[in-house]
C-alpha cells in the first residue's frame, strides 16, 4: 500500500473513531447541553445553564412584563450568598413592589471564574429571550481568565473554538478537562502571600491586550443593544481598595535587590501594626523613590495617607491604593482600576447610562476609600452590598420607565434591606457554612494582617449565630502563630479549651487533623511563621483529611494544667496518645 493510500486510510479511521466518540458523548444530556447558556425544560420554562445559581424564567414573556438580565461574574452570581441572595434576586422583589401592575422578571446571568469574552457569549444568546434591559457588572476575571488565544488576538481560532464549544461534545470534554487540569497544577498557582517581589508576569504588552480585549468586549456589548433595540445599562464594579493588599509587586532591581525590598517593606507593614507611622513612612518613601510603581510599596503608603485623617490624606491615600491595585501583579480575581475607567469611557462613547457601583460604594466608607464596609473580600458584596446594588438598580430602572414603575429611592429602598433579605430566609445553619467558607478561605489562603482581621470578624458573626462554637479562637491561634505571635496563640488556644474542649476536638479531628492534635491534656500544634495553611481548605472542602497530626511534626506542645494552657514545646515530649475511639467529627 503506498504512503498517501495509508495516511488516507488514517485519517478515515481517525474521523470514524471520533464520530463515534461524538456519538457516544452526545448520549450524556450533561455534555449535550453544556456548551449552551440556556435550555428550556418541558414546563415552558427556560433555565440559565451556566451558573450555580436556580434562575429560570417563561419562553414567552408575559404581556406587559419587564424583564432584566444580569450579566457578569461570581460579584452578580451573588457569592457567597447565592443562590438564596443575590442583589439580581433583590432587584427583582424591589421592583415588583413598584410595579404599576406588569410582571417582572430579573435572570441572574452572573458566572464564576468568567471573563467577559465567555460574558460577551451569554450576553448573545440572551438577546433570544425578548429582554428590556440588560445590565452589565464585570470586570474581574480578565486577568484571573486572560485568554491567550482570545478573540481579538487570534480571531480564527477563537471563532473555531466557540463554534465547536457549541456544538461538539467532545470539544465540551477536552475544554472541562483542560480547566481541570489547570486548576490542579501546582505549579502554576501563586501561593496567596502578600510581598512577593520580581519581574512582571503581567507586562505592559499582556496588560494592553487584556485591557484592550475587555474594551472590545463592552463595545460589541452596547452595538448589540443598539442593534436589537434592547437598552444596556453598563455598572462599574465595587473593588476593595484600601482592605486587600497586592498580592505580588514588579520589582526590578534583581534578586537580591528584590529580598532586601521585600524586607524593607515587612518591616514598614510591622511598624504600622505596632502604631509606628513616623517610622514605617521612612521605610517606605525610599522604596518609593526608587520603585515608585512597587504595588505594596503604594499601598503601604495609603494605608499611611489614611491614618493622618484629613481631606488631604484621604485623597493621596486613594491615589496610592489606586496605583497599587493597578500594579498588582497576581492574577487575583479583582478588576483593576485602569477597567473601572475603560468602562465609564464606553458608556460615554456609546451613549449607554452608567451606573457607578464603586462611587456609591466609596460614599459609604467613612474613610472615603473603598474597603470591606460593604465587600466580604476583593470584590463580593456582602449582604447590605447586594441590596445597595439592587437599590441604586431598581431607582435607576424606575426613572427610566415610569409609565412601568413608581418612583423608586435607592435610600429608601436601602434602608428597607432587612425585609427584601428576609423574603428567602437565609437560616442560621446556611448563613453560618457560608460566613465559615469565606473566613477559611480568606484566613487559610492568604497572610496579611488586613485579610487575617477580616477573616476573624466573619467568625465573630457566625460565632452569634452559634455561640458555642470556638472555630473563632482555634482560627486565631493558627493564624497568630503564623506570624509568630506565639502568646497571643496561646491564649487563644487557652480561651477555646477553656469554653469547650469538645468542640477543639471535633475541628481538630473534622478541618484541622494536619496541624491540631487535642488529646486531653495535651495539645499539638503545627503552625511555624509563614506556613502554608492551604491544605486546611483541601481538606475543607473535600470534608476528610490525611492522618492525624502526631508529635513528632507539631511545632508547639502545650499541656493544659486547670484552666490555664502552658508552652511546654522546649521540654521532653509528652507521651504518645492513643486515637483508637475518636469523637465523632462535626461541623459545630
Not at 429608601?412 to 432587612?418: G, H, I, P, T, V
Request: hydrophobic share 45%; with cysteine; glycine share 8%.
Amino acid at each position: 500500500m503506498s504512503p498517501a493510500r495509508k495516511i488516507c486510510f488514517a485519517l478515515i479511521a481517525l474521523a470514524l473513531t471520533l464520530g463515534l466518540a461524538e456519538g457516544a458523548l452526545r448520549l450524556s444530556s450533561r455534555l449535550r447541553n453544556s456548551g449552551r447558556f440556556f435550555i428550556a425544560g418541558p414546563d415552558g420554562r427556560v433555565r440559565f445553564a451556566a451558573s450555580g445559581t436556580v434562575t429560570s424564567f417563561a419562553r414567552t414573556k408575559p404581556a406587559g412584563g419587564f424583564r432584566v438580565f444580569c450579566f457578569g461574574e461570581s460579584a452578580v452570581e451573588g457569592r457567597i450568598y447565592m443562590p438564596r441572595s443575590s442583589f439580581p434576586r433583590l432587584l427583582e422583589e424591589m421592583l415588583r413592589d413598584r410595579s404599576r401592575g406588569g410582571a417582572v422578571e430579573v435572570v441572574n446571568c452572573g458566572m464564576t471564574a468568567q471573563n467577559s469574552d465567555r460574558v460577551l457569549e451569554s450576553f448573545r444568546a440572551a438577546l433570544a429571550y425578548q429582554p428590556d434591559l440588560m445590565v452589565v457588572y464585570g470586570g474581574n476575571n480578565e486577568f484571573f481568565r486572560h485568554d491567550r488565544f482570545g478573540r481579538y488576538r487570534h480571531p480564527y481560532l477563537y471563532r473555531a473554538r466557540v463554534w465547536l464549544g457549541r456544538h461538539s461534545a467532545l470539544a465540551i470534554l477536552a475544554k472541562s478537562l483542560a480547566h481541570r487540569l489547570v486548576d490542579s497544577a501546582p505549579g502554576l498557582q501563586l501561593k496567596g502571600s502578600v510581598g512577593v517581589q520580581g519581574p512582571a508576569f503581567f507586562d505592559d504588552r499582556l496588560r494592553g491586550y487584556i485591557l484592550n480585549g475587555f474594551r472590545k468586549n463592552l463595545e460589541d456589548m452596547a452595538a448589540m443593544g443598539r442593534a436589537s433595540g434592547v437598552p444596556v445599562l453598563l455598572a462599574v464594579p465595587a473593588i476593595n481598595l484600601a482592605g486587600w493588599p497586592p498580592q505580588r509587586s514588579v520589582c526590578n532591581l534583581g534578586p537580591e535587590g528584590c529580598r532586601e525590598l521585600a524586607q524593607t517593606l515587612a518591616r514598614a507593614e510591622q511598624a504600622i501594626e505596632l502604631g509606628r507611622l513616623d517610622q514605617a513612612r521612612a521605610l517606605v518613601e525610599p522604596v518609593l523613590a526608587e520603585e515608585p510603581k512597587n504595588a505594596l510599596a503604594n499601598f503601604i503608603a495609603g494605608r499611611l495617607d489614611l491614618a493622618a485623617g484629613d481631606t488631604v490624606g484621604r485623597t493621596a491615600a486613594a491615589e496610592r491604593f489606586t496605583t497599587a491595585a493597578d500594579e498588582d501583579d497576581f492574577c487575583v480575581a479583582r478588576a483593576r482600576p485602569a477597567q473601572l475607567k475603560i468602562i465609564a469611557e464606553v458608556s460615554a462613547a456609546s451613549g449607554l447610562p452608567l451606573l457607578d457601583v464603586q462611587e456609591i460604594f466609596r460614599r459609604r466608607s467613612p474613610a472615603g476609600v473603598v474597603g470591606y464596609e460593604l465587600l466580604d473580600d476583593f470584590c463580593h458584596p456582602t449582604l447590605d452590598g447586594q441590596a445597595l446594588i439592587a437599590a441604586a438598580l431598581a431607582q435607576e430602572i424606575s426613572q427610566a420607565h415610569p409609565e412601568l414603575f413608581r418612583p423608586a429611592d435607592r435610600d429608601e429602598l436601602y434602608s428597607r434591606r432587612a425585609e427584601y433579605l428576609a423574603r428567602e430566609p437565609l437560616d442560621p445553619e446556611y448563613l453560618s457554612k457560608r460566613l465559615q467558607e469565606m473566613a477559611f478561605y480568606l484566613a487559610f489562603k492568604f497572610d496579611h494582617p488586613l485579610i487575617t482581621a477580616r477573616a476573624l470578624l466573619l467568625l465573630r458573626r457566625q460565632r452569634e449565630l452559634y455561640p458555642g462554637s470556638v472555630l473563632l479562637p482555634v482560627v486565631e491561634g493558627l493564624v497568630r502563630l503564623r506570624r509568630a505571635e506565639v502568646e497571643r496563640a496561646r491564649a487563644a488556644f487557652e480561651r477555646a479549651l477553656r469554653e469547650n474542649p469538645g468542640h477543639v476536638g471535633r475541628l481538630a479531628d473534622f478541618y484541622f487533623r494536619r496541624f491540631l492534635n487535642w488529646q486531653p491534656p495535651w495539645l499539638w500544634v503545627r503552625a511555624h511563621p509563614g506556613i502554608d495553611f492551604n491544605p486546611i481548605l483541601d481538606d475543607y472542602l473535600a470534608q476528610e483529611g490525611p492522618d492525624f497530626l502526631d508529635r513528632d511534626h507539631a511545632d508547639r506542645v502545650y499541656v493544659l494544667t486547670g484552666s490555664t494552657l502552658f508552652d511546654v514545646t522546649t521540654l521532653p515530649p509528652p507521651p504518645r496518645p492513643s486515637r483508637l475511639a475518636p469523637e465523632a467529627p462535626g461541623r459545630l
